[in-house]
């Protein structure tokens, strides 16, 4: 067994009265166009990492929350590939026997609504929310902390080279403070 910790980006429509939201409309809020997954070993070491950025086909145009977010540009997305393909293969670097990791809920539902959307077939593999064990562990109650301040508890630095808000580089640091959890 080895287990994926992932992080999303999306896109969202610039209005929610533009044609391309209507055209669409609940079946997508939100469109991802960042997938960065981090595989670890059942000890939680680092093996391999995987980043790909996805066109958009929906809400073409980034909305400028967005943009500014994660850095993200329009040209960025022009090559790249499109949600099923990049599925295909964000699946094939997880391989059998994976278990997918997050830091919150809102990265698999995310998921699961983008690939109910495009009509793919394909099982993800079974998911747990790191934020919640996070929260378990610390007796946190319901209380949904930050990434950032689970890293200031556990003594994980932030990296110079690795800024929040890309998906690659925030799978990195939900793998830091897992490999922290007792």
């Known amino acids: 067994m080895h ?3 992932m992080d999303l980006e999306w896109n969202q429509p610039v209005s929610f009265h533009s044609s391309a ?3 669409i409309g609940d079946q ?3 469109e991802i166009i960042q997938i960065g997954a981090i595989k670890l070993d059942e000890q939680f070491q680092i093996q391999e990492e995987i980043n790909l950025l996805v066109a ?3 809400y073409k ?5 967005v943009r500014r977010m994660t850095h993200i540009t329009q040209t960025d997305l022009e090559d790249a590939p499109v949600f099923t393909d990049a599925m295909a293969q964000f699946l094939s670097f997880c391989g059998g026997d994976a278990v997918l990791l997050t830091w919150g809920a809102d990265d698999v ?6 690939v109910d959307c495009f009509s793919c077939d394909c099982p993800l593999p079974k998911t747990c929310n790191i934020q919640r064990y996070y929260a378990d562990v610390f007796k946190l109650g319901n ?3 930050a990434l950032k301040t689970a890293m200031e508890q556990l003594g994980v630095a932030e990296e110079e080279d690795r800024a929040f808000h890309d998906a690659l580089h925030d799978a990195y640091y939900t793998a830091r403070v897992l490999a922290k959890l007792p």
């Open 28 to 30: 997508l809020l939100f």
């Open 3 to 5: 287990y994926i910790v």
């Open 109 to 114: 539902s995310v998921l699961k609504q983008n």
């Open 21 to 23: 939201y209507k055209a």
């Open 143 to 145: 209380s949904q902390k």
């Open 61 to 65: 145009r980034l909305h400028p929350y």
């Open 56 to 58: 958009p086909t929906h």
